[in-house]
């Protein structure tokens, strides 16, 4: 079976097989070598996100990921008092969602690389202008969200990670690096332009390459064309087979020998 590579998050995750998508450009750079999991689900805050996480990662898999991502924060960090304030979460409980995810995520699989991402920045006149474009002279005069908000919620993030010795991705300080950012990489303030898409697929590729999941290194889930003799096909899939039981029998007798 190929491994599991899951994208778990918001709107910004479940967009993410779309056209220019993050996820769509990440199951292309692990074609034939991994599957990539899209479970992104709109308007999700960590509080709701919890509900989802026996069903999605079930403790009994007997082939858990190998590698997660958990991106929200986004709806979290809603303000009080503003448009969809349903969907606020406090930081503190944000930061303690988060941690409850990881620990489920690692009783799943001890070995599983857990990467946490922030939510993005938030460019607040962006999310007048597309409320204004949606709801016309009804539209709310306040946005929903802030970048100061948004930016408390990453740090929060940013230093869990830390804490459990987990990589992350800092997408709120990573997009304002560059000039302009408002228009090059979100769409409507919130969500990600397929320039943003692009950075998001080159920091994930970035951290899983430094956990040694290098794509250019995994070996294709069947022989490529080229191998197969045609006057006789079948040797090179018992030869994949030969190779698949050896890899199999070598990683037993290695957990064997590490069990007292």
């Known amino acids: 079976m190929r491994p599991q590579l899951v994208l ?3 709107s910004i995750t479940e967009q993410s097989l779309g ?5 769509a450009a990440l199951a292309d750079t692990y074609s034939r070598k991994a599957d990539v999991v899209v479970r992104g689900y709109g308007g999700y805050n960590t509080r709701w996100a919890l509900f989802l996480l026996h069903l999605i990662f079930p403790l009994d898999c007997a082939n858990p990921p190998v590698a997660t991502t958990v991106f929200f924060g986004a709806n979290d960090a809603v303000l009080l008092g503003r448009n969809n304030e349903r969907q606020h979460v406090p930081v503190e409980e944000y930061k303690e969602n988060l941690r409850r995810m990881v620990h489920h995520l690692k009783k799943c699989s001890p070995t599983m690389l857990v990467v946490l991402i922030t939510p993005p920045p938030v460019d607040e006149e962006g999310r007048l202008e597309y409320a204004r474009s949606v709801f016309g002279d009804k539209a709310v005069k306040l946005p929903e969200r802030t970048n100061e908000m948004a930016g408390i919620y990453a740090k929060q993030c940013v230093e869990l990670a830390k804490e459990l010795g987990l990589p992350s991705i800092d997408l709120w300080s990573k997009i304002q690096e560059a000039e302009e950012w408002r228009k090059k990489f979100l769409s409507d303030g919130l969500h990600l ?3 943003g898409n692009a950075l998001v697929h080159h920091e994930v590729v970035g951290v899983f390459d430094e956990a040694s999941l290098y794509a250019s290194a995994m070996p294709h889930d069947f022989p490529h ?11 090179a899939f018992q030869l994949q087979c030969a190779q698949q039981q050896t890899s199999a029998l070598s990683q037993l007798n290695e957990v064997c020998y590490m069990d007292p």
């Open 8 to 10: 778990f998050g918001d």
């Open 19 to 23: 056209r220019g998508g993050w996820g």
């Open 193 to 195: 332009t397929e320039e």
């Open 225 to 235: 064309h080229s191998e197969i003799d045609w006057k006789n096909p079948s040797k």
